[in-house]
T-cell receptor, first 115, second 111 residues
Framework: DSGVTQTPKHLITATGQRVTLRCSPR?????VYWYQQSLDQGLQFLIQ???????AKGNILERFSAQQFPDLHSELNLSSLELGDSALYFC??????????????FGPGTRLTVL | QKEVEQDPGPLSVPEGAIVSLNCTYS??????FMWYRQYSRKGPELLMY????GNKEDGRFTAQVDKSSKYISLFIRDSQPSDSATYLC???????????FGAGTRLTVKP
């Protein structure tokens, strides 16, 4: 168990809908990362937050947004969902997040299915 | 061409075999190299972490980085059925948290 929790474990929704995925980092970790894992694209970095502020952005669509709250938990919002958004969404956390090499610990993921 | 290339396998070996997993990359700015193991329906977990070129050993696992060839390897000695998982290589540059992952190699170790 990495200490990173994600809810819900599974989510089934329809195209055009909006969902929110939640992540609680390990105790003491200030940085949260979001990743998308699909069969054809592999593991893709979406976005990183550090102590409430956006730190880095990867291949995140405009329909997606995220935030990190004062208690350091994070939410990833996915809107106008398309079939292609079906994937595993992972959250990871690290202590600092300020430098590469800061170990990231992954949560168990949320499996999103868009019908 | 992808920044990080990794043969997705699948790779099947008998118990006790030496396993060699590899990745190539194109971005010379990468300085940090990692191997993650991902069991089915679980999140990736960090196995090995190496900075710049060289070798690192941890038990049955050895990570090698050859920056001149832009090639990294993970060796697993005396492989066990419990090593059956997908192995992902990952790398990033200095001053960035943007990790790039390989596609992952699916390994099965048969008893």
């Amino acid at each position: 168990d990495s200490g990173v929790t994600q809810t819900p474990k599974h989510l089934i929704t329809a195209t055009g809908q909006r969902v929110t995925l939640r992540c609680s980092p390990r105790s003491g970790d200030l940085s949260v990362y979001w990743y998308q894992q699909s069969l054809d694209q592999g593991l893709q970095f979406l976005i990183q937050y550090y102590n409430g502020e956006e730190r880095a952005k990867g291949n995140i669509l405009e329909r997606f947004s995220a935030q990190q709250f004062p208690d350091l938990h994070s939410e990833l919002n996915l809107s106008s969902l398309e079939l292609g958004d079906s994937a595993l969404y992972f959250c990871a956390s690290s202590v600092r997040g300020g430098t590469a090499g800061d170990t990231q610990y992954f949560g168990p993921g949320t499996r999103l299915t868009v019908l | 061409q992808k920044e990080v290339e990794q043969d997705p396998g699948p790779l099947s070996v008998p118990e006790g075999a030496i396993v060699s997993l590899n990745c190539t990359y194109s971005n010379s700015a990468f300085q940090y190299f990692m191997w993650y193991r991902q069991y089915s329906r679980k999140g990736p977990e960090l196995l090995m972490y190496t900075y710049s070129s060289g070798n690192k050993e941890d038990g049955r696992f050895t990570a090698q980085v050859d920056k001149s060839s832009k090639y990294i390897s993970l060796f697993i000695r005396d492989s066990q059925p419990s090593d059956s998982a997908t192995y992902l290589c990952a790398m990033s540059g200095v001053g960035t948290n943007d990790m790039r992952f390989g596609a992952g190699t699916r390994l099965t170790v048969k008893p």
